[in-house]
């Protein structure tokens, strides 16, 4: 096989059901590796999400995640204190890839998109999530600073949905996935974490 320019191309592997050619004039030390999630190893970072207009994300058994308001003492709660765990991606995209988790009497809920794009707290087996082999995971999520404070998640396994705020009614609100454009401002895509202080 040869390409428009005629550099010989000669079957390297296959992986992922993709099969792989390499230039005969490339370097042969060259090497296809899997797209995945490593665990950084790095202390998770504890802090509040808050929605734009200062609303705490809060845990509700079952598995739900809603926004309300919080009074200094409510929002020091456990159900509104959530880590996030930085990880590596062998993709290189300039975001970084994170899991948000909280705990939930004694267990370890993770934030995961389902299938039918809703969002919950599930449990998950920590050890487990130390390496996860794909390119996308329900569990993981792209973070990137939008504004000074400000972050928005996109979800590694539907690309384009981000976590959001959505009006369940005038007291009520919970977070979704929503598709957001690029280059389109959606305040209620966007996120304030604050470092938890005792």
């Not at 009614?169 to 470092?195: G, I, N, P, Y």
Request: proline letters at 4%.
């Amino acid at each position: 096989m040869a390409t428009c320019k005629e550099v010989p191309l000669a079957f390297f592997q296959t992986l992922n059901n993709s099969i792989y050619f390499r230039d005969s004039e490339c370097d042969s030390g060259c090497e296809i590796q899997e797209d995945s999630f490593r665990n950084a190893r790095k202390t998770p970072k504890s802090c509040w999400i808050q929605s734009l207009d200062q609303k705490f994300l809060v845990f509700k058994a079952p598995g739900n995640l809603e926004f309300e308001s919080r009074t200094l003492i409510e929002q020091k709660e456990p159900d509104s204190t959530f880590s996030i765990q930085i990880y590596n991606d062998t993709n290189i995209s300039g975001r970084q890839p994170v899991m948000i988790n909280v705990a939930d009497d004694g267990k370890k809920l993770t934030v995961t998109c389902q299938e039918n794009k809703e969002v919950s707290a599930e449990e998950m087996d920590p050890n487990g999530l130390n390496m996860i082999n794909g390119a996308g995971h329900k569990a993981i999520f792209s973070w990137e600073q939008c504004n000074p404070g400000k972050y928005m998640f996109e979800s590694t396994l539907f690309p384009g949905f981000f976590l959001a705020l959505e009006e369940a009614d005038a007291c009520l609100h919970k977070l979704v996935l929503r598709r957001v454009a690029r280059d389109e401002v959606d305040e209620s895509a966007m996120f304030m974490l604050t470092t938890c202080s005792s």
